[in-house]
């Protein structure tokens, strides 16, 4: 086994042990909360390790970074999520490897991934990004639709062909309310996840946390949790 490797399994162990803590701590199973590894600014050979340590949901923030990864590592059984902010002009390259994008927060986005989805005969996964830190019909600080904008979005995601409404995702917010208080931010949408699934029932994906929170995420009920440098480790200056 390569340094690399060594690095990456004991890395991947102790993140896996405070998931199933976070679990027991408060009653749920290990199954029901999925590890997405965030593998932005890393290359495709630690992609490639990872995959064979089990992993098998990978994320992206940067398209010009994530396509050829995703390319290069086509051979992997993994899914692939688009988590940054997404530019309308970028969605047809997206779209050609990203089964989910996590980052849905105005109609025109909607728009465009479901045009470029049929084009390319895909069904695309979407999660609305939340923004617990934006005023009423604004926009987050690092993206996302305020809670009042979420009815009407989950609505047009669901009836755009080549697309699936699958749920909900929130970063937690660094102004605001909710500034300093995760677990708090968490439960917020996880009441709002109930309210969307009123309407759509298999809605019912929520993504949250990250590797300093991601106990208070799955305290709260999250599905997924987004871990990048506990695994990877500390990323490099992006410049």
Known sequence: MTDRKQE??????KVEERIAAACEAVGRRRDEVTLIVVTKTYPADDVRILSGLGVRHVAENR?????????ECSDLSLSWHFVGQLQTNKVRSVVGYADV???????????????????????????LQVALDAGEGGRGERGG?????????????????????DGLMTVAP?????AGRQQAAFERLMDLSTYV????????MVSAGMSADLEQAVAAGATHVRVGSAVLGVRPGLG
């Not at 639709?145 to 409404?165: C, F, K, Q, Y």
């Open 8 to 13: 990456l399994a004991a890395n991947l162990a």
């Open 101 to 127: 994008v996590q980052s849905i927060d105005r109609a025109r986005l909607v728009t465009a991934l479901s045009k470029e989805a049929v084009r390319a005969g895909r069904e695309v996964g979407c999660l």
């Open 174 to 178: 660094l102004t605001g309310a909710y």
């Open 197 to 204: 699934r009123r309407t759509h029932p298999a809605a019912n």
């Open 145 to 165: 639709v305020s809670p009042g904008g979420i009815e009407e979005l989950a609505d047009l995601v669901a009836g755009s062909e080549g697309l699936r409404l």
């Open 63 to 71: 398209d010009q970074d994530a396509a050829p990864k995703a390319a």
